[in-house]
């Protein structure tokens, strides 16, 4: 399938985020499908590929024959240039089709800064982006996620909202909404009939005001014709139970390296601690988790079909599962023997069991990042974070004493109350940390990384009636931390404050910042979540032409009055939230629900479970939130959580004698097993994949196979896998070399060879195999020749310019020296053996992979270039250095490397 953009993408900063192609990805016939949905994430490709969420309802809606669901991603500056300029429109990666081919076009909301990326989706995607304005066979614009529970700001563009969790009624709304349009149903009925299902807000059917006390634009509820056919108060839909959909492993794995590359699975939805300011604890209530079995199973699972060296457990809170340390260590277990890891996400600073920790330091211990989010105990109190400074210093032993050297904190300032003591007290705690590692724990030289972010007051949490600090004020914390973290020897980062003031903005705004965002889009507002692309000048412009007075959105704002998003109902009653921020206030906590007061974190065995519940007669704390939780059922459930992975006795723990890591690995010596060369052909899309990548997902090839490798003995293991020479990116090659170390002797490896190209991904192309000794030379040093193609865009006057080259002695180029930093001209010629006419002859298959982005048939020039200790002339050179003697080339194929 050619791709779209296939004439430019060699001119893009990052082309791989562009070509699709991805090994699992689902591509169906457009023209069998009952309901077409393009899944647009309003970020970069490696961010968006990271998400759980968005991998979650890929699997769904892909599950059903007549539905199909194609990604598409935030197109950064570069490509958006291009597009505009070529007038093409922004495309899905399975089939490359328009978004305005699509019946829904849905954009998961998880950061308010994400909006302007939204309106440029739309409009490169060829769809209106003012609801009002969408034509009929346009594309239903829709959005999900965790914003879409405060959905004001984007109402002017989205026609309507799904609100809590989508696997189960997202596939119901994509085949509606594709029978709807081809039995003819009006877009407004499609609407409406949408509308009276629970979940769903369509913000057009909805009146406003403004209200008196807040002076926010409020919803009053539906228009008049609507009354009595459509919900007051919009009600979150959501999943029960996660036991009925199961975790996918087989979701598109990203060529070029995603922000979290590994396989992530998401360990339960919802969280018991109760952080005041934390707005995913209170909209995901309650806490639905998998069982453990499920979750070894989806774990394993997704690291062999992936072929991933890690694995990640993600939840809001991993140690509040129920069973998180039996699981835990069984799975480092697993994950050990088939050379691979395990993270976890979202660690509390306190709680964490010794059993966990010895685990963890056994396999990987370069760092492990802790969020006690306030610096003073009374802070903490303000905030609900039920630590304190004795356990924060208490996890800093228990992390260096195992042979960590580095430590991240988060925090926060501008939370209620605080005061310069507060802030103070942040950068206390590190400099306590870092003490303990010195004195304590033998640790020379320990990193301690502060990281601060600027509190923002969110919709549906008690802090939602807090003010935000000033950006003045941010910036003199900012300031005081920073003399501190010199003063103390410590590293410090901050999130930039203009960026946290515009969110404070938008995250409690109305129905008319909806302007404000379209404005500032329309300035060229883009990616304002990054420090090198957002424009707060340009956004300051927006607020004020909109009429935007933000400290309505910034300032306290009274508990009485209504609220923007009090029409959207969570599962929260208001009388809980009112009770939390006064206790706030008040400098009180409140212990976790769904845990015995007092209690950190829950049994880690049958036995002690028992005592708590059956002997001891304790009870579960619960606040009566609004969300209806079944204790009972809950302590059954942990029950069965801990059998289901054998934690039955309350064993004494005794810590094993510690080992560095390096102590730990297999010492074999350096010729030990047996070392293969492998040719092989990257082409077609592919060859838009970086050197390192291409090194990461030929590895990954050889885990998906069941193939084994052996590995570097050092801190950071590797796989024993050596390749050629470095070949430019776009440039699609039939022949690249690679050497690897195995501890078996392959019987037949042909048949290897076989198996391996099962498990490969179009473009990559296993040619040979062969077995090599101590006295064969390297790839670097056995490469003595390359053979380019370089297609001829027009053959007239060929002879005459083959003559001109066959007289020439200097063919002069400029190219930049990353040695020199700069540009430095050089002759090419001397390298240039041999230069002959052509047509390439290869496989059909390969040349229509290879012409997908790489223009390859008709007349053209076979070139012979000679290697030097992997040192040659660069593709690109060559064809620069040959159009300046008047050839019009497309551009190299390599076709051969002598070895």
């Known amino acids: ?217 409020v919803v009053t509820g539906p228009k008049p014709e609507f009354e009595g056919a459509i919900a007051q108060r919009v009600e979150r839909y959501f999943v029960d139970s996660l036991k009925d959909y199961p975790f996918p492993t087989k979701s598109p794995i990203p060529h070029m390296t995603a922000i979290f590359d590994r396989f992530s699975v998401e360990l339960s939805r919802g969280c018991t601690e109760g952080c005041r300011f934390c707005q995913a604890g209170m909209i995901y209530r309650p806490v639905r988790e998998r069982k453990p079995d499920d979750v070894m199973k989806i774990v394993m699972d997704g690291v062999k079909n992936g072929g991933f060296d890690e694995a990640s457990l993600t939840c809001l809170s991993t140690a509040d599962y129920s069973a998180v340390t039996p699981l835990v260590v069984e799975l480092l277990d697993k994950l050990s023997k088939d050379k691979s890891t395990l993270g976890i996400s979202s660690l509390r600073a306190y709680g964490l069991d010794n059993r966990v920790l010895d685990k963890l330091a056994e396999v990987k211990n370069s760092s492990l990042t802790f969020a006690p989010e306030a610096g003073s105990d009374r802070m ?79 919709p549906h949490t008690p802090f939602q009636w807090a003010s935000m600090i000033t950006l003045d004020e941010i910036i003199r914390k900012q300031n005081m931390l920073k003399d501190y973290a010199v003063k103390y020897g410590l590293n410090f980062r901050k999130h930039w404050s203009k960026i946290s003031h515009l969110e404070g903005i938008v995250s409690r705004g109305d129905r008319r910042v909806g302007k404000a965002i379209y404005l500032a889009w329309e300035k060229g507002c883009r990616f304002d979540g990054w420090n090198e692309t957002f424009r707060h000048d340009l956004w300051i412009e927006a607020m004020d032409e909109a009429g935007i007075e933000g400290q309505y959105m910034l300032g306290t704002i009274p508990v009485e009055g209504r609220l923007p998003w009090d029409h959207i109902d969570v599962g929260l009653e208001d009388k809980f939230l009112k009770r939390e921020w006064i206790k706030a206030t008040k400098n009180r906590i409140s212990p976790p629900c769904g845990k015995v007061a007092g209690m950190i974190v829950h049994h880690t065995n049958l036995e002690a479970l028992e005592k708590t519940f059956t002997i001891d007669k304790k009870k579960l704390v619960c606040y009566h939130c609004g969300v209806a939780c079944d204790l009972g059922e809950m302590v059954e459930e942990r029950k069965d959580f801990l059998q289901r992975v054998d934690a039955i006795e309350d064993k004494p723990y005794v810590r094993p004698e510690f080992k560095k890591i390096v102590d730990t690995r297999e010492k074999r010596g350096q010729w030990v097993g047996y070392k293969y060369r492998f040719k092989f052909s990257k082409i077609g899309p592919l060859s838009f994949i970086s050197h390192l990548d291409l090194q990461k997902i030929v590895a990954r090839i050889f885990k998906r196979a069941d193939v084994k490798m052996l590995y570097s003995e050092g801190y950071n293991i590797r796989p024993l896998i050596s390749f050629g020479p470095a070949l430019g990116l776009g440039i699609s090659s039939m022949e690249e070399y ?138 690109m050179d060559l064809k620069i250095g040959l159009e300046s003697l008047g050839f019009q080339l497309e551009k190299p194929i390599k076709v051969l490397s002598k070895v």
């Open 380 to 458: 903490r109190k303000v905030i609900n974070k039920n630590v304190k400074e004795s356990d924060m210093l208490q996890t800093a032993e228990d992390v260096f004493s195992r042979g960590w050297k580095k430590m991240k904190l988060y925090f926060m300032i501008g939370l209620p109350t605080e005061e310069d003591e507060d802030v103070k007290a942040i950068m206390d705690i590190g400099l306590k940390s870092k003490q303990i590692a010195q004195k304590k724990c033998g640790v020379k030289n320990p990193a301690i990384t502060i990281s601060v972010s600027s509190f923002v007051p969110k």
């Open 738 to 875: 690679f050497d690897v170390r195995v501890p078996e002797q392959f019987e037949n490896p042909e048949e290897t060879l076989k198996l391996i190209q099962s498990h490969s991904e179009t473009g990559i192309v296993f040619k040979e195999i062969h077995e090599i000794t101590t006295q064969d030379k390297s790839i670097q040093e056995a490469v003595s020749e390359f053979t380019y193609f370089l297609p001829l865009k027009n053959s007239e006057e060929k002879e005459a310019l083959m003559e001109k080259f066959n007289t020439s002695s200097e063919i002069i180029v400029s190219s930049f020296s990353k040695k020199r930093k700069r540009n430095i001209d050089k002759n090419i010629r001397p390298k240039i053996k041999d230069v002959t006419l052509g047509e390439l002859e290869l496989d059909q298959h390969f040349m229509q992979v290879i012409d997908e982005v790489s223009p390859c048939y008709g007349l053209g020039l076979f070139v012979k270039t000679e290697v030097d200790q992997g040192s040659s002339v660069r593709p």
């Open 1 to 217: 399938m050619k791709n779209p953009y296939a004439s430019f993408l060699d001119d893009l900063e990052k082309p791989a985020r562009y070509i699709g192609g991805e090994h699992f990805i689902i591509r169906k016939n457009w023209e069998e499908l009952t309901g077409k949905v393009a899944l647009c994430f309003p970020d970069t490709y490696e961010i968006g590929m990271s998400h759980l969420g968005f991998k979650i309802l890929y699997e769904e809606l892909n599950k059903n024959e007549d539905i199909c669901a194609e990604r598409a991603f935030c197109p950064w500056v570069d490509m958006e240039k291009q597009l505009r300029e070529r007038e093409l429109p922004l495309v899905t990666l399975e089939n490359f089709k328009p978004l305005s081919e699509f019946d829904i076009v849905g954009f998961s909301l998880q950061y308010e800064m994400s909006y302007t990326n939204i309106l440029n989706m739309l409009d490169l995607g060829g769809v209106t982006i003012q609801q009002k304005d969408r034509k009929e066979d346009e594309p239903f614009v829709i959005a999900g996620g965790p914003c879409a529970t405060h959905p004001e700001p984007l109402c002017d563009f989205v026609d309507f909202f799904v609100i809590g969790d989508g696997e189960k009624i997202f596939s119901k709304i994509a085949r509606f909404i594709g029978r709807a349009r081809k039995e003819g149903m009006k877009r407004e009925r499609i609407l409406f009939e949408l509308a009276k299902q629970k979940g769903i807000y369509v913000p057009s059917f909805y009146e406003t005001e403004i209200d008196e006390l807040t002076q926010l634009e």
